[in-house]
């Protein structure tokens, strides 16, 4: 038994397909089949097991994959922290960032980081929230940044920025000079979204339907410029973090608040606790402050 046997065996059971784990780990099916055959041979029990409802991990498999993550995990750690010691200034720092909160918070926090620390490799990941959490749950991300309301115990969360959503529609609008509006007489707007892949989409429709509706939905999009650039034309109205709007609309939009509910906006850093921060981590974490508008 080696690491190579258990990293290929853990993948194969958290991804239930040997497909699916050959395209994460880039090797061939044949040599992953192979490799898990042998890792059962030499264990003497059978570690997966198919059904017709897909590929299940045995109780066995669950032993041996918890083993399998714990030491794989360790190693890769560790040889993170032997590298940062034995080249303090060429670390890497692997970050995952929603597209539209480098915009919001962390411009800033990167060039800062840049120009303090020249020689780390700084690589920037850019999808959305749910994606950063099962990345940094997988350790394939050091720090990543969520959209609040979020929740893993086995997560340390630092928020960062805190803010609200708000309203935003076209200045000749009815709703243009409230002050603010009721999500209930929202109920009859032509709404414009973000798509459903984003946590973002699931916030905006809880409180719609806590409100009592549900949002008539005409366009969704992942560009968060377009929402804007449509509710500026007229088109529907959208509901986006407020630095966000006044930034893009200027005096093309108006932000309302919101109540009944009511909508605050934040986000966090995000690390597993159970791996210490590299020092590169542990700089970028201390960077940033937290900030309310």
């Keep these: 038994m080696n690491l190579v046997q258990l990293e290929y065996f853990a993948q194969v059971a958290q991804q239930k397909s040997f497909t699916r784990a050959a395209e994460k780990l880039f090797v ?14 030499e264990l003497n029990t059978q570690l997966l097991e198919r059904t017709p409802q897909g590929l299940k991990v045995t109780p066995d498999g669950e032993l041996v994959w918890r083993y399998a993550r714990e030491l794989v995990d360790t190693y890769n750690r560790r040889t993170s922290e032997m590298l940062s010691l034995l080249n303090p200034q060429r670390g890497v720092l692997r970050f995952g960032l929603p597209p539209s909160a480098g915009t919001v918070y962390f411009s800033r926090i990167l060039y800062q980081f840049s120009r303090q620390f020249p020689q780390v490799d700084l690589q920037i990941t850019e999808v959305m929230s749910k994606q950063i959490h099962e990345m940094v749950r997988d350790d394939k991300l050091d720090l990543g940044v969520v959209i609040l309301p979020f929740s893993d115990p086995e997560m340390e969360i630092k928020r960062v920025y805190s803010s609200e959503a708000v309203l935003a529609v076209n200045r000749d609008h009815p709703l243009a000079h409230r002050k603010e509006v009721p999500f209930a007489e929202l109920r009859d707007e032509p709404f414009l979204t973000v798509s459903k892949e984003y946590m973002y989409y699931d916030q905006v429709l809880s409180r719609c339907q806590e409100a009592g509706f549900t949002p008539n939905i005409i366009f969704q999009t992942s560009q968060w410029d377009i929402l804007l650039e449509m509710a500026a034309e007229g088109n529907g ?57």
């Design 28 to 41: 061939s099916q044949p040599a992953l089949s192979k490799s898990i055959q042998a890792l059962e041979k």
């Design 237 to 293: 109205v959208t509901i986006l973090e407020k630095s966000l709007v006044t930034r893009m609309g200027q005096d093309r939009l108006r932000c309302v608040h919101l109540t009944d509910p009511e909508f605050p906006w934040a986000l966090s850093l995000i690390h597993r606790k159970d791996m210490p921060l590299s020092p590169e981590a542990k700089a970028f974490w201390d960077l940033c402050d937290p900030i309310q508008v």
